[in-house]
C-alpha cells in the first residue's frame, strides 16, 4: 500500500520534442556568442595570448577579427556552435533526473562546465603560464555565464504548458 501511493506522487511529464529542440538550438548560439565576446574581450585583451595565437602583438578591434576568423577560418563558426549544442545536450540528463527547483539545476550546471577552466589552473606544457592565466579568467567568467545561460533556457524546455 505505502508504494502504491509513492508511484502516484511521481508524475512524469512527457518530453516536448520541438520544444528540446529549440532549446538546444538556442543553447548552441548562446555559447557561441559567449564564445567570441569574452575570447575577445577577455583573453585577446592579454598580449600574450595575441601574441601566441596571431604572432602578432597587434589588436585590430573585435568585428575586424570576426571578420579574420570568418576569411581565414569560417569552419570555427559551425564548430563553436555544434560545441554549444552538444553542451546543451550534455545538460539534459540533469535537467530530466527530477530537479525541482531551477537554482538547484542551473548551479549543478555550472559546476560542471566550470571544470573546463579549472583545469587550467595547473601549468601544462601547451601554454606559457599568461596565456593559460588568460584563458582561465575567460574560461571561468564565460562558463559561469553560459552555465546560467544553459540551465534558463533548458529548464524551460521541462516546464509544463
Known amino acids: 500500500m505505502e508504494q502504491r501511493k509513492s508511484r502516484e506522487s511521481v508524475s512524469i511529464s512527457p518530453i516536448n520534442a520541438i520544444k528540446l529542440m529549440i532549446s538546444i538550438v538556442l543553447v548552441g548560439f548562446a555559447y557561441m556568442i559567449v564564445y567570441f565576446v569574452f575570447g575577445y574581450f577577455v583573453a585577446w585583451r592579454s598580449e600574450a595570448v595575441r601574441i601566441f595565437y596571431s604572432g602578432d602583438s597587434q589588436d585590430i578591434g573585435f ?27 550534455a545538460a539534459l540528463p540533469l535537467l530530466y533526473m ?21 583545469l587550467l589552473i595547473i601549468p601544462n606544457f601547451l601554454f606559457p603560464d599568461p596565456v593559460r592565466w588568460a584563458h582561465f579568467i575567460e574560461m571561468f567568467l564565460s562558463m559561469l555565464l553560459f552555465g546560467v545561460m544553459t540551465g534558463l533556457i533548458m529548464s524551460r524546455t521541462s516546464q509544463r504548458e
Not at 527530477?98 to 579549472?118: D, K, P, V
Request: proline letters at 4%.
Open 63 to 89: 568585428w575586424a577579427k570576426l571578420i579574420e576568423n570568418w576569411r581565414k577560418n569560417p569552419a570555427i563558426y559551425p564548430f563553436q556552435f555544434m560545441r554549444g549544442a552538444l553542451l546543451g545536450i
Open 98 to 118: 527530477g530537479w525541482n527547483h531551477r537554482r538547484e539545476y542551473i548551479i549543478s550546471i555550472c559546476l560542471i562546465y566550470l571544470n573546463t577552466a579549472i
